[in-house]
């Protein structure tokens, strides 16, 4: 695909985009860290409400600091937002504080199955609920619905949670922001570490979850062929920039995208790192 075809598709994604019911969104960020390092670069997208939507790039890409700008977890790494603005249901939250956030629907998972290790798998699950204001009643049947999703939790609920496989504790992690009662999760890397059939697992109660609770993601991840089956809709992320975005069905049968992120066709170059390098600034970068 030549620059100008992107650049078109990019801008007719986006114009659908705006007119559907928009969650969150995200306008031109930069972020630097220690006041010097410029890692995110005029990045913007968009979630509608009820959606899933793929933020997709290698190790170092900008995924997480992304997520991060989002949730206001830069503080604690010495980053922070330095342009553009970050909007959910149309008010500006750049300024908000993580908990002040949570109380307005959007959570965080965090990368690397973050668990309260001395904790059991049903205390980690209930610190999720701390801001909760709707009564022990309703934090009960949130609890049970959580495990309803994830019966392998329900079944190692008095277990501790440095115990538990790698997959029990995503669940966890997943669950717990559950618990918090969320309309929008950011979900950071949650296949990172995990078998093929719990990763397949994983991402099947994300999307049971969306379709069912109608709770949002933005999920952040390498693994590009899972997903963009899940999700409906893709950003592509290259050194803190956005270099292409689109529904799933499109990216996975872009010739660039099933070349560089899903392993599919240039038999004929000699280094794939040379290959990637060049064409990707000759295609999509200024």
Not at 74 to 87: S, W
Not at 146 to 165: D, G, H, I, M, N
Not at 183 to 189: A, G, R, T
Request: net charge positive; proline share 2%.
């Amino acid at each position: 695909m030549c620059k100008r075809n992107a650049a078109g598709l990019a801008h007719a994604n986006q114009h659908t985009m705006t007119q559907a019911n928009i969650l969150l969104d995200v306008n031109g960020i930069e972020v630097i860290y220690n006041h010097v390092i410029l890692v995110l670069k005029g990045v913007s997208l968009q979630v509608r409400e009820g959606g899933i939507v793929a933020l997709l790039g290698g190790n170092g890409a900008g995924k997480t600091t992304t997520l991060r700008a989002v949730s206001n977890l830069l503080a604690g790494e010495r980053g922070a937002v330095t342009k553009g603005t970050i909007t959910l249901r149309g008010e500006r939250i750049e300024a908000l504080s993580p908990a002040a956030l949570v109380k307005r629907g959007l959570v965080q998972v965090m990368e690397g199955r973050h668990c309260f290790a001395h904790l059991t798998i049903e205390e980690n699950l209930m610190t999720g609920a701390y801001t909760r204001t709707d009564g022990k009643a309703a934090v009960a049947e949130t609890l049970e619905k959580v495990y309803a999703y994830f019966p392998r939790l329900k079944t190692r609920r008095s277990s501790q949670a440095a115990y538990t496989s790698g997959g029990e504790q995503q669940m966890c992690a997943i669950g717990r922001a559950l618990m918090a009662n969320p309309s929008v999760v950011l979900l950071d890397e949650p296949s990172m570490g995990l078998a093929p059939q719990i990763v397949e697992e994983v991402f099947a109660i994300v999307k049971d979850l969306n379709a069912k609770e109608r709770v949002t993601f933005l999920l952040a991840e390498q693994n590009t062929n899972m997903a963009l089956r899940f999700a409906d809709y893709g950003y592509i992320l290259e050194s803190g920039r956005i270099v292409m975005d689109g529904p799933a069905d499109s990216l996975r049968e872009n010739e660039d995208v099933k070349e560089f992120y899903l392993g599919v066709g240039g038999a004929d170059r000699k280094s794939f790192r040379d290959v990637k390098s060049y064409k990707r600034r000759k295609r999509w970068l200024a």
